[in-house]
C-alpha cells in the first residue's frame, strides 16, 4: 500500500515559479513510477509528468516542456514538480500518482495509488 502527500500549491502571479512536492509512504514507493496530473476547473484530469522509479526517465506535456522539471529524492521518497514560468492555464488542482512501471506513463488508469491533490492558482 502506497500513501502519497502534496504539498506547495498557492497563489502565485504570472511568470513566478513553485515547487510542488508529493511525499510517498510505503516500502514499496522507491519501486513505482510516479506521475504528476492536472484537473482545471470543467476539465478533464490531464496528464503532466512522469519519473519512472529509477530517476532515469521523464516525460512531460508538451505544454509544460521547457518549464516544468520532476525529480525525484529516493532517500526522502519525494517526488518533486519544480515549475517555472508560470502562466494563468496552468491553475488547476495537481494530484500525484504512483503506479508499477509501465510505459503507459500518460493515462490515469495505469495508476494506482492518488495523492488528494494540492492547488495551484496562477492569476494577477
Known amino acids: 500500500q502506497v500513501h502519497l502527500v502534496e504539498s506547495g500549491g498557492g497563489l502565485v502571479q504570472p511568470g513566478d515559479s513553485l515547487r510542488l512536492s508529493c511525499a510517498g509512504s510505503?516500502?514499496?514507493?522507491?519501486?513505482?513510477?510516479t506521475g504528476w496530473f492536472r484537473q482545471a476547473p470543467g476539465q478533464e484530469r490531464e496528464f503532466v509528468a512522469n519519473?519512472?522509479?529509477?530517476?532515469?526517465?521523464?516525460y512531460y506535456l508538451d505544454s509544460v516542456k521547457g518549464r516544468f522539471t520532476i525529480s525525484r529524492d529516493s532517500a526522502e521518497n519525494t517526488v518533486y514538480l519544480q515549475m517555472e514560468n508560470l502562466r494563468p492555464d496552468d491553475t488547476a488542482v495537481y494530484y500525484c500518482?504512483?503506479?508499477?512501471?509501465?510505459?503507459?506513463?500518460?493515462?490515469?488508469?495505469?495508476?494506482?495509488?492518488w495523492g488528494q491533490g494540492t492547488q495551484v492558482t496562477v492569476s494577477l
Open positions: 519519473i519512472d522509479w529509477s530517476g532515469s526517465f521523464r
Open positions: 510505503g516500502p514499496s514507493f522507491s519501486r513505482y513510477d
Open positions: 500518482a504512483a503506479q508499477d512501471p509501465t510505459s503507459d506513463y500518460a493515462s490515469e488508469e495505469e495508476y494506482d495509488y
